[in-house]
């Protein structure tokens, strides 16, 4: 009966080849355990790479919606485009006309000037005028009521003489 055990172990422990009664060498152990090891490793890469590249091509699938969208903007905006040389240049010929414009403005001024200073220098003898006029008048006006009484004193006289007749 002591052979029949034997027999069950042997026919327990899965036999591989190189094997001596079901248990491997200690090199092939080790190596066996660095291939999983390695392996796994791999696989682990793999699935982190593979992360990174699904994430890379949706970041440039958006991208790529993005500029289909400017795209046609730009091409919607195509027919309102200058080009910056020729309108720098339409706006550098708008301020020489304005400049055209302006450039006589100080020698306007100066003549405004002159004719403002001329019409306060003829305010000025007006002014002087008017106030000999101002005494010349208040003179006049004590002649008329000294005037208005010798007048008054005449018609009181005419009308005196034509009441008594001839």
Excluded at 3 to 9: F, H, R, V
Excluded at 98 to 110: H, M
Excluded at 113 to 129: C, E, F, G, P
Aim: net charge neutral.
């Amino acid at each position: 009966m002591a052979s029949q055990p034997i027999t069950l172990l042997q026919s327990k422990r899965q036999r591989s080849p190189g094997t001596v009664d079901g248990v491997q060498p200690a090199g092939t152990a080790s190596f066996t355990r660095f291939m999983w090891i390695f392996t796994t490793l791999g696989l682990v890469v793999v699935i982190v790479v593979i992360g990174f590249l699904i994430g890379i091509v949706r970041a440039l699938e958006s991208i790529d919606d993005g500029l289909a969208t400017a795209s046609n903007s730009v091409t919607g905006a195509t027919a309102n485009v200058q080009s910056l040389p020729d309108y720098i240049r339409e706006i550098n010929s708008a301020l020489g006309d304005i400049d055209t414009a302006l450039k006589p403005i100080p020698g306007q001024v100066a003549g405004i000037n002159d004719s403002l200073q001329s019409i306060r220098d003829s305010a000025r003898r007006v002014d002087a005028s008017l106030k000999d006029t101002s005494r010349s008048l208040l003179d006049t006006s004590g002649s008329l009521v000294d005037t208005s009484g010798v007048l008054g004193n005449a018609a009181r006289t005419v009308g005196n003489g034509l009441l008594t007749g001839p």
